[in-house]
Structures are given as C-alpha cells and as structure tokens.
C-alpha cells in the first residue's frame, strides 16, 4: 500500500532530495522585485458550461483576417489555398505521423516527404532540398552557417558572412542567435537610394564566407542586379537567396542566376497565416553543400528485392548523430505543414503556380497604378519591379493612418517604422490573388482622404 504522506511531507521530501530545507531557498536566485506576491487573481472552479461560455466571449473578440479588408503582408502571404489540402492533410496518415523516424516511418509518407524535396527543387532551380526547417528566418540563419562549415577553411575573411540592410530585425535577431554562438561575424550590405542592392559594396564581401540578400527584398522591390552577384563575388563566397516561393511561378529561379543556397517561408503555399503560424522554411542547395545542409532528407533508392525505395538519409541532426558532429540543432521539423505546401503545389501544378503568382502581381501593379494617381502621397520605389508589395509615403506618420484605416474597417499595411525607426511615415502595402479590384479603390479612396487631411492640418 502507498504511504499516503501529507502535502507538507511531501514538499519538505522534495525539497531535502534537492538541497533545499525551505520554498525560499528554491527560489532564491529570482529577483524579488519580479517575485509575485499574494494568490493568482484566478476565479473559483467553473461547470463545463461555463468554461465554454467564458471560452466563446474570448475568442469572440478575435477578427478573422479574411472578415476585414487586408494589405498587411511583410513576410507573410494571404493567398487562396484549395479546399482539398485541409481534406487530405487530416487523413490520418498524415497528420497522426507528425515527424517519424525510422524504422516506423511507412514508405507513403517517406514517398510523400521526398516529392515536397522534389518540388521545391524544381522550384527554385537547385540540385538539392531538405525537408524543411522551422520558417524562413531559422532557414536563414541554418544557410548562414553552412556557408561558413562550406568556405570558412579558404575564406580570407574568415567566420564572416554579410546581409543585406534591409532585412528586418526579427530576422537578424534570428541570425544573431544562430551565429553568435559559433563566432561568426554579420556585416551590412548597403543599398541604393531607390531600394536595390548597391553592387559595388560586394567588394567588401569578398573573400568573406557568403552574402545573403532576399529577392524579392524586404520594401517588396524586384531587384535585377541579383543576377550579377555571382560573377562579382566568386564561387569561393556563398551566394544565398531568400525568396517568396509563389513569386517564382513568374520570377527567375534563383539557382539559374548563381544562388548556391535557395531559403524562404513556405507559408504562401499551403498554409493560412493563422495568426502568424504555423509556418515551415524551405532550404535548397548545390551538391557542393549537400553534407553540411541543415536538417534531414528523403533519398530514392533500391531495396534487396531491387524494388524502389526511400528512407531517411543523411540526417545530420543532433537525433541521429553525435552532438558534436551534427550540422544544426533542428530537433524536429514542420512536416505536417510542408506536405501541405506540397500538396498546393501539386494540385497547382506548373501552370497553376504561374496563374497564382501572376495574380498577385496583377493585384500590386493595380494597386501601384491607382495609389500613384494621389497626388498627396508617394511612391518612393516607383520606378522599381515589384511582386505583390511596394512602399507608400505618407504626409504623416505610418502609425496614425493605421490607425484611421482601422476605423474604416482596413487593416491598411505595415509601418515600416518598426524595422526602420527613421521611415515613420513609410507604410508597406501587400496584396494576393484574394484582393479585389474594389478593394484597392477602396484603399486609394480612404488614403486620399486621409493625407489630405493631414496636409490640410499641417497647413493650418
């Protein structure tokens, strides 16, 4: 029979196997300026009822983002995704697999994974692709140190990798994480007043152990002169790429331009932003990098029976091999969410990617059309391709029109103030295959409006 000990007993039994003789000791080392006093302001014990109720007055207070008018994007897309991907990703098959390991993972879901690897191949032009990492920052961040595993031994800047300047901070809070760790130095790459890359300052980056720019960049510009970087900075410097996957339904691939490493944020293919996840990044390479990629692969091959066959291979993560020999620390992956992005593309197909991709162009260059006819904002990058984003200036800050778009039932953008604190009144603006016409006139209606009113209160 257990010994039925008091709570007391229990607690002091607890303490006493740790060291300590009281809850005091055990909580120490936390400030008590940031220690809680008193009872946790919780209610008395609820019925199932009541639970629910209180459950459905909270989330009744949230907005579905497909109830409001959006141009909010920055990194992430509102495109349409087909019915049939939520349809197939709930058959059991797959989402009870979650992340398998072998040797219980079934060949259809392996089969499954090595097709994702297969699409995002072709997609971005590359010899090579994993199966997915977290999202596109930590898919940053994983090339980051690959490309100095790949070239830090001949680099004559060793550690040293550069980015580009605009690319936002929570994505370089990400790379600073990742590489700070490990010594690795993150310089800039400055750009061009109009917003693309100034290719004479890859000078700097000679030598050093890789760049890493996106295309299209963070202001949503189209930048040509990604197509020189290569020839400028050698193959003894890691050219990376992060990229909207959906825009290369129209965009050159990467890889047909030089990129060694291919990344980006898989969300924009199959999955909904859901507030802000869940997401999966898209990691490709060169074979010149294939066994210092981060993560793990489905390989193609023949059984004893001399059947086809696929299995895990090269999985060079903290799991499968020695921690010390191990290319990153991916302890797990989104493979739920990446057979989703799979899924999308192949109900898609080739065809089917090109039509997306060019309706989200068709939508920004309306959008770029109607905005540029208000003569009381600007668009600074005018002259400039875009895919499905560009910027507005504004007569005011980017916060207060917002805020009075908000009132108007828009969420009207991103205030690129939080990346850039001197551009309080730049404001990004996104559209997708699911913006209307009427949308975007709506858009040009409220913001006429609006930053004449500014302009008329500045004058008064």
């Known amino acids: 029979m257990v010994d039925q000990l008091p709570n007391l007993g229990r607690e002091s039994e607890m303490l006493a196997a740790m060291g300590f003789s009281s809850m005091d000791d055990l909580f120490a080392d936390i400030p008590e300026a940031v220690r809680m006093n008193g009872e946790l302001p919780l209610r008395g014990p609820q019925s199932e009822e009541e639970i629910i109720a209180d459950a459905r007055h909270i989330l009744g207070a949230n907005v579905a ?9 920055a990194g992430l897309n509102r495109n349409y995704i087909p019915a049939s991907v939520f349809q197939l990703i709930t058959r059991g098959e797959f989402l009870t697999s979650y992340t398998p390991y072998q040797p219980e993972v079934s ?25 997915s990492v977290y999202d596109g920052s930590t898919s940053a961040a994983e090339a980051i140190t690959c ?33 700070q760790g490990g010594g690795i130095t993150i310089k800039t790459l400055r ?89 999966y990044g898209i990691f490709a390479c060169t074979k010149a990098y294939l066994r210092q990629m981060p993560g793990r692969i489905v390989g193609r091959s023949i059984d004893v029976d001399g059947k086809e066959a696929f299995c895990l291979t090269l999985s060079t993560r903290e799991q499968h091999i020695r921690r010390h020999r191990a290319t990153s620390n991916i302890c797990t992956n989104e493979t739920l969410i990446a057979l989703m992005g799979a899924m999308h593309m192949a109900l898609l197909g080739p065809e089917g990617l090109a039509k997306l991709s060019r309706r989200n162009m068709a939508a920004c260059q309306l959008a770029k ?74 858009l040009t209606a409220h913001l006429a409006v609006w930053s004449t009113n500014m302009i008329q209160g500045v004058n008064a």
């Not at 790949?150 to 590489?179: G, M």
């Not at 208000?374 to 007569?395: D, G, K, Q, R």
């Not at 990346?419 to 009144?425: A, P």
């Open 107 to 131: 060949q259809g879901m392996l089969q499954a994974m090595w097709e994702f690897q297969t699409l995002i191949s072709e997609l971005v032009g590359l010899e090579v692709a994993n199966l």
């Open 369 to 442: 059309q109607k905005l540029s006819e208000i003569t009381t904002i600007s668009l600074p990058h005018a002259m400039n391709c875009h895919y499905n984003e560009f910027v507005i200036e504004l007569p005011g800050s980017a916060a207060d029109c917002i805020e009075y778009l908000d009132t108007q039932g828009l969420i009207g953008g991103y205030d690129l103030s939080n990346w850039y604190n001197q551009r309080t009144n730049w404001l990004l603006v996104s559209f997708s295959d699911q913006t209307q016409a009427a949308e975007i006139e709506l």
């Open 65 to 73: 983002l497909g109830d409001r008018v959006s141009f909010l994007g």
């Open 147 to 179: 490309a100095v595993r790949v070239h830090n031994r001949k680099a004559t800047q060793k550690d040293t990798v550069y980015i580009s300047e605009l690319i936002p901070p929570a994505r370089v809070s990400v790379i600073q994480n990742y590489t």
């Open 191 to 279: 750009h061009n007043s109009d917003g693309t890359l100034n290719l004479e300052s890859l000078s700097e980056a000679s030598g050093s152990c890789g760049i890493y720019v996106e295309q299209p960049n963070p202001l949503g510009i189209l930048d040509g002169g990604l197509t020189r970087v290569k020839e400028i900075i050698g193959e003894q410097t890691a050219f990376i790429v992060g990229v909207a996957p959906v825009s290369l339904g129209l965009v050159e691939a990467p890889g047909n331009y030089g990129a060694d490493i291919v990344v980006g944020e898989g969300q924009a293919l199959g999955s909904p932003i859901t507030y802000g996840g869940p997401l």
